[in-house]
């Protein structure tokens, strides 16, 4: 299989926590983001915003479960101006879809960072003329995440498509993400590789779509046999020895990944 496109999810997958962020610092800076969206509506932020604002997260956190367990994303805007309601402050709907737009702050304040082959495997596949995408259970719509992946160098170059759960509501395995990436490259199911460290959302959601899976299980070891999944690596730079891609691509990165896993595996890196 040549393949035309390979769309990728995103956390555990191109990039991961490599530590807690820290309240103390995301709140008041996610308040100063906001505020300057405020400001220029003439609208006064309600009194300690920053704790309004880590109230809205949490609530955001709670609610996630249940709504992703019946296939829907949870929505932060309509979340957010509650809080603002309950603040004396009222906003309409689309005022709060654009301050919860404005929250969202750059990954590595949010502790996350890219795979250390992350950048080079996403540029070797540009160079072979294969179109990328994300496709990303995310609380944030894909205008945010754009903004959020060009702080880790992810620019539309190399990762021209982005489809968040947020812009339509809707959570991986459902078909509606994957199918939305579909309309924005323009490919066949039948030519696109999926690459996934969920074995639910990515793997058995990308097979029901008809795409060639790829697991990515990050050092784990002790995870059962899934046939829905075609192939399995534990490092990006492999999908590139698997036999999908034009022969005569090199792995861009050496056998031992420099990436570190907080599992019974670690010692591997």
């Known amino acids: 299989m040549n393949p035309k496109a ?12 490599a530590h807690a962020f820290d309240p103390s610092v995301v709140f008041p800076l996610m308040a100063t983001q906001v505020r300057l969206v405020l400001d220029e509506w003439g609208i006064v932020a309600p009194d300690d915003f920053p704790t309004l604002l880590n109230q809205t997260y949490r609530a955001v956190e709670t609610a996630q479960p249940a709504r992703r367990a019946r296939g829907l994303e949870v929505d932060g805007a309509f979340i957010l101006r509650g809080a603002f309601e309950s603040a004396g402050a009222s906003i309409s709907d689309e005022q709060s879809r654009l301050l919860w737009r404005a929250s969202a702050i ?3 304040t949010w502790g996350a960072q890219v795979y250390p082959d992350t950048i080079d495997t996403l540029s070797r596949l540009r160079d072979l003329s ?3 995408a994300c496709v ?9 995440m754009r903004y959020q992946l060009d702080t ?11 489809v968040s759960s947020t ?8 078909r509606e993400p994957f199918e939305r990436a579909l309309e924005r490259t323009g490919f066949d199911a039948s030519n696109v590789v999926f690459v996934g460290d969920e074995i639910d959302a990515d793997i058995r959601g990308g097979k029901s779509m008809g795409f060639t899976t790829v697991w990515k299980l990050n050092g784990r070891q002790d995870v059962p046999n ?8 534990h490092d990006l730079w492999e999908l590139l020895t698997l036999g999908l891609v034009p022969e005569g691509a090199e792995p861009v990165a050496p056998t031992e990944s420099l990436t570190p896993h907080e599992d019974s595996n670690a010692d591997r890196y």
């Not at 899934?226 to 690596?233: H, N, V």
């Open 106 to 108: 750059d990954y590595p």
């Open 136 to 144: 990303s259970n995310n609380w944030n719509d894909s205008t945010a």
């Open 226 to 233: 899934a046939p829905e999944a075609d192939y399995t690596i």
């Open 130 to 132: 294969i179109a990328t």
């Open 152 to 162: 880790l160098r992810m620019t539309d170059e190399l990762l021209p498509v982005l």
């Open 6 to 17: 390979v769309f990728f999810d995103l956390g555990d997958t191109l990039i991961f926590s």
């Open 167 to 174: 812009d339509m509501l809707r959570v991986k395995p459902e």
